[in-house]
Structures are given as C-alpha cells and as structure tokens.
C-alpha cells in the first residue's frame, strides 16, 4: 500500500512538472509572438505594455483559473492569482531591476495606474471578506472595474504616441500569428493538466488547494512575465517591463479572478487568504511607494522587493499553511 502511494505521488508530479513546462513553453511563444505581431501593427509601447503584454503574460492564469473553475476548484485559481501577485510584485520585479540596473519612469504615464492596481487589489479582499467568498455578483463588479480601466487607457493613448520601433521582421506576421495560435492550444491543454495534477498533489500531500495555487502554480504561471521583462529591459524598453508587471497584476486580479467567480463562485479557507492577501496589498503598497519616491526603481529597491517575497515564504512556513 505504502509503495503504491509514493508511485502514485512520484507520477502526479511529474505529470504536474510536463504540463508545467508545456504552460511555461506555450507562455514565451505567445509572448513572442504577440511582440511581433505588435510591432508589425505599429502598436505604440504604452498600449503594448499595459493591455496587450500585461494580457498575454496573464493567459496562463487565466486557463488555469478557467479550467480550476470549470473543475470545481477555483479555490485553486485564488490562490495562483493572489502568489502570482505577490511574485510579480516582488521577486520578479526585482530580479528584473537588478537586470536593468537602474528603471525610471514618466509620473503622468504611470501614476494613475499604480493607484488603480492598489484599488483593485483591496476591492478584491473587501468582496471576499464580505461574502466570505467571491459570488458570481463580485465577478460582475471586478470585470466591469476592468474594462472601464481599459477604456480609460485606450481614450488616453494618443497621449503615449512612441511606438515599438518595427526594425526588420525575419519572418511574416502570418508566420507568428501561426505560432500564437499553435502557443494558445498549447496553453489551453496544459492549463487543464495542470489544475488535474495539481489538485492530485493537494490531495496527496494534505495541503489545500489555495496553498498549491500560491505557491507552485504561481511560481510557474509567472514565469512569462518574468521572460518578458528581462527581455524588454535589455532591450532598453524598462518602462515597458514594469509596465507590464502593473498592467498584470490588474488583470489577474479583476479580469481573471472576474472571469473564475462568475463561472463559479469563489470559495478558500480563511487562514490562507487573509494572511496572503494581506501580504499581496503590503507588497503592492511598498511597490507603489518605491516607484513614486524618484519616480525610478533602483537596485536597493530591487534587493528589497526580493526579500519582501523571502520573508513571504518565511511567513507561510511559520504558520504552517
């Protein structure tokens, strides 16, 4: 009995572990494709960095979310969107500053955004605590603030009219809508792998599955930001890249979270969320705080951030959830 719960446990992960890396493989390819097919369209990098990128970096969590509510997890989804959050927030924020070296910004293009993904975020803990849960009614309310927020960027982006510089295509905008295509089955498929596995390891290891979403699935689904980011600072497009790290946030918590809870509502257990949710508005907060003071990022702020998600994990080991 023993030997067949460890093979069992041995197959769950690494079925977890291959669909991972297809998400994770289907993840960079969308986002290379969607850079491409942008920079054909002569899409200027404001719009590209807080809708298009911020949506294509959040598709993984959103297969995910759709597929764990689908399977009567969304449970799951909470909890990859909410360490997702903090991931972006943190770790992967500052892993991409500390690549870019330093990171400055331009007040009037991202002030309002920043106070905007704050909203967001409290918004999402206030409908939960309300309700104790995420109704299909709170659903409504998240994707309405979402695409009221995209309207508002969209009236404003004749404002921001620098363009991703469209340089020579290689290869046909054809030939990478193909592969937007090919990554988006590939995200499809393996999203819903990954819930399956997933919630065959909460079972497994006697965690819930909120746990299994912030931790493990969060680590992965972000991966694609954190590819992007590094990618554009090199490419000596830094606002671009935190840009999308804000544009992300927002996304996951009302589009996706949105999206999960009107399919099906929302549910956690108590402990779990409001530690981590706490967690992710402090990390947002600090976020905003560093970016408003000078209106730049630099490596101090970086080393910060990484240890803010640090003392994260140290805290959810402490308390043993």
Same mark, same amino acid.
């Given at each position: 009995?023993?030997?067949?719960?460890?093979?069992?446990?041995?197959?769950? &992960?690494?079925?977890?572990?291959? $669909?991972?890396?297809?998400? @994770?493989?289907?993840?960079?390819y969308?986002?290379?494709?969607?850079?491409?097919?942008a920079?054909?369209?002569?899409?200027s990098?404001?719009?590209?960095?807080?809708?298009?990128?911020?949506?294509?970096?959040?598709?993984?969590?959103? #297969?995910?979310?759709?597929?764990?509510? +689908?399977?009567? $997890?969304?449970?799951?989804?909470?909890?990859?969107?909410?360490?997702?959050?903090? =991931?972006? +927030? %943190?770790?992967?924020?500052?892993?991409?500053? =500390?690549?870019?070296? %330093?990171?400055?910004?331009?007040?009037?293009?991202?002030?309002?955004?920043?106070?905007?993904? @704050?909203?967001?975020? &409290?918004?999402?803990?206030?409908?939960?605590?309300?309700?104790?849960?995420?109704?299909?009614?709170?659903?409504?309310?998240?994707?309405?603030?979402?695409?009221?927020?995209?309207?508002?960027?969209?009236?404003?982006?004749?404002?921001?009219?620098?363009?991703?510089?469209?340089?020579?295509?290689?290869?046909?905008?054809?030939?990478w809508?193909?592969?937007? +295509?090919?990554?988006?089955?590939?995200?499809?498929?393996?999203?819903?792998?990954?819930?399956?596995?997933a919630?065959?390891?909460?079972?497994?290891?006697?965690?819930?599955?909120?746990?299994?979403?912030?931790? @493990?699935?969060?680590?992965?689904?972000?991966?694609?930001?954190?590819?992007?980011?590094?990618?554009?600072?090199?490419?000596?497009?830094?606002?671009?890249?935190?840009?999308?790290?804000?544009?992300?946030?927002?996304?996951?918590s009302?589009?996706?979270?949105?999206?999960?809870?009107l399919?099906?509502?929302?549910?956690?257990?108590? +402990?779990? #969320?409001?530690?981590s949710?706490?967690?992710?508005?402090?990390?947002?907060?600090?976020?905003? %705080?560093?970016v408003? %003071?000078?209106?730049? &990022?630099?490596?101090?702020?970086?080393?910060? @951030?990484? &240890?803010?998600?640090? =003392?994260?994990?140290?805290?959810?080991?402490?308390?043993?959830?």
């Amino acid at each position: 009995m023993f030997n067949y719960i460890i093979k069992m446990v041995i197959m769950n &992960l690494s079925y977890f572990i291959l $669909s991972i890396l297809v998400l @994770l493989i289907s993840g960079i390819y969308l986002v290379k494709s969607l850079i491409r097919i942008a920079r054909a369209l002569g899409i200027s990098e404001f719009s590209a960095a807080f809708i298009i990128m911020a949506f294509a970096t959040s598709i993984p969590e959103l #297969f995910v979310g759709i597929s764990s509510a +689908l399977a009567g $997890s969304s449970s799951l989804s909470l909890g990859n969107i909410i360490g997702a959050n903090i =991931l972006d +927030l %943190t770790l992967i924020t500052g892993v991409i500053v =500390l690549s870019a070296k %330093t990171i400055t910004f331009e007040s009037k293009k991202i002030g309002r955004e920043i106070y905007f993904m @704050l909203f967001i975020l &409290l918004s999402v803990i206030v409908l939960f605590l309300i309700g104790n849960k995420l109704s299909r009614i709170d659903g409504l309310i998240l994707l309405s603030l979402f695409f009221m927020h995209v309207y508002s960027i969209f009236k404003k982006r004749k404002k921001y009219k620098k363009k991703i510089k469209n340089g020579p295509l290689k290869i046909s905008k054809f030939y990478w809508l193909l592969i937007f +295509l090919i990554a988006l089955i590939g995200l499809f498929v393996s999203s819903g792998f990954v819930v399956k596995y997933a919630s065959a390891l909460a079972i497994d290891f006697g965690f819930s599955e909120i746990v299994i979403g912030l931790f @493990l699935l969060s680590l992965a689904t972000t991966l694609p930001e954190l590819v992007f980011g590094i990618s554009a600072s090199r490419m000596k497009h830094k606002e671009m890249a935190i840009g999308d790290q804000i544009g992300t946030v927002v996304a996951n918590s009302a589009l996706i979270l949105g999206l999960v809870a009107l399919i099906n509502p929302i549910t956690a257990e108590f +402990l779990p #969320f409001i530690i981590s949710s706490i967690f992710m508005f402090v990390s947002a907060f600090v976020f905003v %705080t560093f970016v408003k %003071t000078g209106n730049k &990022l630099e490596r101090i702020e970086a080393i910060s @951030l990484i &240890l803010l998600y640090v =003392l994260f994990v140290v805290i959810q080991l402490f308390v043993g959830i």
